[in-house]
Nanobody, 119 residues
């Protein structure tokens, strides 16, 4: 079992920055892909950024060049640095740990943190 706890959300003006943190209850980054998802009101949850155990990353096209996912293995924490924020980035952001073992999928989720971009 893995517990994930997000922090760092809040209200920010357009063009501003926020850094989200996701702390894991144990060391998992060597075997779990860490992802950030977001869900805006009335919309489906979507993948924003992912960081594989080997270090490769992927991003939603609309956040490329503005968001950066990273991790600190010693702190069991993954981050999402969000720059040049836009109103359309407003959503609840969720941290996810994902692993495939054969046909079995293992997923853990944090409780979510609200990000609001508004003037």
């Amino acid at each position: 079992q893995v517990q994930l706890v997000e922090s760092g959300g809040g209200l920010v003006q357009p063009g501003g920055s926020l850094r989200l943190s996701c702390s894991a209850s144990r060391s998992i980054f060597s075997i779990y892909t860490m992802n950030w998802y977001r869900q805006a009101p009335g919309k489906q949850r979507m993948l924003v950024a992912g960081l594989a155990p080997g270090g490769s990353t992927n991003y939603l096209s609309s956040v490329k060049g503005r968001f950066t996912i990273s991790r600190d293995n010693a702190k069991n924490t993954v981050y999402l640095q969000m720059d040049s924020l836009k109103p359309e980035d407003t959503a609840v952001y969720y941290c996810n740990a994902h692993r495939l073992v054969g046909l079995a999928s293992y997923d853990y989720w944090g409780q979510g943190t609200q990000v609001t971009v508004s003037s």
